[in-house]
């Protein structure tokens, strides 16, 4: 039975930035990263973004080249998914392979939540999670002209955005009133779905969709629950993620949507961290609530949290919450959790295609949304980090630089 000191299980942003954080630490204890798919760490965002427009390839969204962890002495156990879990002897089994550990670091993200109506399970249809994901799609849009997109969360639009640009014709599905309904304003959600239907995307919310025609064993139309029938050369799902706890929770961890953490990162089982995607927190940022955070930000900082706490240091989780999109000619970034916001100020117009939203709660500024516009969000996170309570006449007018905007 191999042994080591800290074994990562998850290698993606989380699992990577530990690995690396370990080694700028001065850890010299034997490390290994165990990861389900075959290649080494690499940068998800692309995968709806550049390197599914075919703007970066492969190699350059690697986190890190690929002798980098044999030259820090990281092992990589790649291919390998671990399925169980042994809190009490402090071992894993992944492939058949009991491995045991002193510390643990669970970074397994999450499983794109697919539909589950006929037709679901065709070959043509597809999540965006995983490289393979996106090279199953992109071996097939030389001979695809209509995509069916299902979601309008921030993957489903990127995807669109790069489809249009490839001159497929693309219907995007969103059974909410508007797109990226569970985590932007309203202000934000219409400008996104105008500028989408302005690059010929059929955009439609309040979409009740049945099930997915198939013949000769694939995909060929998506019906909707009021008869209509949507011919599709394929269909791209992105509805979420369900986090990847299964073993930890069967090993008699804290959880539910999510592992529990506690601020440090730790688990309710010893010696057990969970970071990333798959680790419910309270996020300061969001009144301490209790929460899984999607995003490279959250994944790295509580990487960094969980092995400083490894390495003798308590430093509790505190980083701001940061995101961003790339749709078209738009970057969006976002700073802050705007989740409850009771009232939001436009900064700029949308027609310009550059303004932001702020988020307020109790007055106070809680998030920025910045569409191409930078400057908002570099001066916009101070007012987020303290809380302040603003002008809200200054803070609307984009005149003023948000550095400058008085107190209200
Ligand atoms: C298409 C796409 C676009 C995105 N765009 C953005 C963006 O623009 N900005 C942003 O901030 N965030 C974005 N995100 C989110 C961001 O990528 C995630 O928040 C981040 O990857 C989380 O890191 P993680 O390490 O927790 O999970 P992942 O990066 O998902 O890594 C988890 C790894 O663990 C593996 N694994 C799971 N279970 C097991 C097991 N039992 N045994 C072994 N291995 C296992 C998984 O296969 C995976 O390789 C995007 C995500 C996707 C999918």
Not at 151 to 166: M, N, R, S, W
Not at 366 to 388: E, F, M, P, T, W
Request: proline share 3%.
């Amino acid at each position: 039975m191999s042994f080591y000191d800290v074994l990562i299980v998850g290698a993606g942003h989380a699992g990577a930035q530990a690995a690396i954080s370990l080694r700028q630490a001065g850890f010299e204890g034997s490390v290994a990263m165990i990861g389900d798919e075959k290649d080494p760490p690499y940068e998800r965002p692309p995968l709806s973004k550049e390197y599914f427009a075919g703007e970066k390839t492969f190699e350059r969204i690697l986190i890190r080249p690929a002798d980098f962890w044999q030259e820090r002495k990281i092992d990589l156990l790649l291919g390998k998914r671990v399925t169980n879990v042994d809190a009490a002897a402090k071992t894993v089994t992944a492939d058949g392979q009991l491995i045991s550990y002193d510390k643990l670091i669970w970074c397994t993200g999450g499983s794109p939540r697919m539909l589950t109506c006929n037709g679901a399970d065709a070959p043509n249809v597809h999540a965006v999670r995983r490289r393979d994901d996106v090279d199953a799609m992109m071996g097939q849009l030389d001979t695809i002209q209509h995509v069916t997109i299902v979601g309008g969360g921030y993957i489903g639009l990127e995807a669109a955005a790069v489809l249009t640009k490839f001159g497929k014709k693309v219907v995007l599905l969103e059974a909410l009133d508007r797109v990226l309904a569970r985590v932007a304003g309203e202000e934000l959600s219409r400008f996104y779905e105008e500028e989408h239907r302005a690059h010929g995307v059929d955009l439609r919310t309040g979409a009740r969709m049945d099930c997915i025609e198939v013949v000769d064993g694939r995909a060929c139309a998506v019906l909707m629950a009021d008869g209509e029938r949507i011919e599709t050369d394929i269909v791209i799902v992105g509805i979420g993620i369900n986090p990847e706890t299964g073993p930890l929770i069967a090993a008699g961890a804290a959880g539910g949507n999510g592992v529990d953490v506690d601020e440090y990162c730790r688990t309710s089982l010893p010696d057990i961290y969970a970071v990333g995607d798959c680790a419910a927190h309270a996020n300061r940022f969001a009144g301490g609530a209790h929460m899984r955070v999607e995003s490279v930000q959250n994944a790295n900082d509580q990487a960094k949290t969980a092995v400083a706490h490894i390495m003798g240091k308590e430093e509790p989780y505190t980083a701001v919450p940061w995101f961003w999109s790339n749709q078209y000619d738009l970057k969006l970034q976002t700073v802050g959790l705007s989740v409850g916001f009771d009232q939001a100020v436009l900064r700029g117009d949308p027609k310009e295609r550059s303004f932001s939203v702020i988020y307020l709660k109790g007055g106070k500024v809680i998030a920025l949304d910045c569409v191409n516009a930078v400057k908002d969000y570099v001066q916009g996170r101070a007012h987020v980090l303290s809380g302040a309570v603003l002008d809200l006449d200054q803070a609307g007018d984009a005149g003023v630089p948000l550095k400058e905007v008085g107190i209200g």
